[in-house]
């Protein structure tokens, strides 16, 4: 009989013992977990330990205790297979739940801003701080003849290939992925009806982005892009030199001239259209998404000649002959003058 009770006694021990465990384990898997009121992220990088990870979460979420997450980790064998991302660790979250999130690759994409920019350092740049991708390997990707190439670009037109806009992405994608991202985006946006509108205008997709750059940079005016545009294009039409600002600062590298003085028109590149007839070899930017419109949608008219408005409110005076052009000139340059810009 007392060795029954005995029996019994631990028994009702062992079973009190695996209770607590069991809410001890409960509490530490499934109770809210973190001390944090809105969601932060994790980002874990190729080759990180579970140590890496717990420091991380530490830092960021402020766990009320890491026992649970390297519990859960073991029994999901997370420990083996860790796998780089973006992940979320919200404010309700219990271990239990982003134990599965990240073992199971349940990433938070990222929203990645393509910008308008002038110069591919920049576009790295920008790329760069939104994804793992290192902005060396991207500017040395850009500027790869044999990796253009395989693009179906070269150096000097790599920037058609980008549309300026946000997108959704994974933060851990490699560089074949983020170009066949671009290719694919690239591929959405010249659909059949922009296509059928560049070979109306007489131009390429290429050559209506490199025209497109030249107009972005003319106006910051959205309004007077369409004018601009269809002032090129009677340019190019006529066989005329384009005769255009923004092509010689490009050239010169130095895209604060504020005025354009002989010593700048006679600088050699292929890029000075106030020397080479027709257009640049590729952008002098990423144009945006509306000076591409403004030269698929722009105004049809005569204007051949334009010069910046001598208010120097952004926008221009046009005309149809040189004589009415250099009236314009003349106010303009009086301006300069009378403001000392030199």
């Not at 010689?248 to 890029?271: E, M, Q």
Request: aromatic share 10%.
């Amino acid at each position: 009989m007392k060795l029954n009770k005995t029996i019994i006694g631990i028994l009702g021990g062992c079973i009190l013992i695996i209770a607590i465990l069991a809410a001890t384990g409960y509490y530490l898997c499934f109770s809210k977990a973190f001390s944090i009121t809105e969601t932060t992220y994790l980002y874990i990088r190729p080759g990180d330990s579970l140590d890496d990870v717990c420091k991380q979460l530490e830092s960021e979420a402020h766990p009320n205790t890491l026992k649970g997450f390297r519990l859960l980790s073991s029994f999901y064998k997370y420990d083996e297979h860790i796998r780089s991302g973006r992940y979320a660790v919200k404010a309700d979250d219990n271990m239990f739940r982003l134990v599965r999130r990240l073992s199971t690759g349940q990433q938070s994409p990222v929203n990645l801003i393509i910008p308008s920019v002038r110069t591919m350092e920049k576009l790295a740049g920008s790329i760069s701080s939104r994804l793992m991708l290192d902005s060396a390997t991207i500017v040395s990707a850009l500027k790869d003849s044999v990796f253009c190439k395989q693009q179906g670009y070269t150096t000097q037109t790599i920037a058609c290939l980008f549309i300026p806009n946000t997108y959704q992405v994974y933060w851990d994608m490699d560089i074949d992925e983020f170009f066949a991202r671009m290719q694919k985006e690239h591929k959405r946006f010249w659909n059949d009806e922009r296509i059928e509108k560049a070979k109306r205008t007489g131009l390429t997709p290429e050559q209506v982005s490199t025209l497109a750059s030249i107009v972005d940079e003319e106006t910051a005016k959205n309004d007077e892009k369409p004018m601009i545009a269809g002032l090129y294009i009677n340019r190019l039409k006529k066989d005329m030199l384009l005769q255009a600002d923004p092509t010689v600062k490009f050239a010169c590298g130095d895209f604060g001239l504020r005025r354009i003085l002989n010593k700048h028109l006679t600088v050699d590149s292929p890029y000075n259209t106030y020397k080479y007839i027709g257009l640049p070899p590729g952008p002098i930017r990423i144009p945006s998404i509306t000076g591409i419109e403004s030269v698929l949608n722009h105004t049809n008219h005569d204007y051949l000649y334009m010069c910046a408005k001598e208010d120097f409110s952004g926008y221009h005076n046009f005309a149809k002959t040189m004589s009415g052009h250099l009236q314009n000139a003349q106010r303009y340059q009086r301006e300069l003058n009378r403001r000392n810009i030199k």
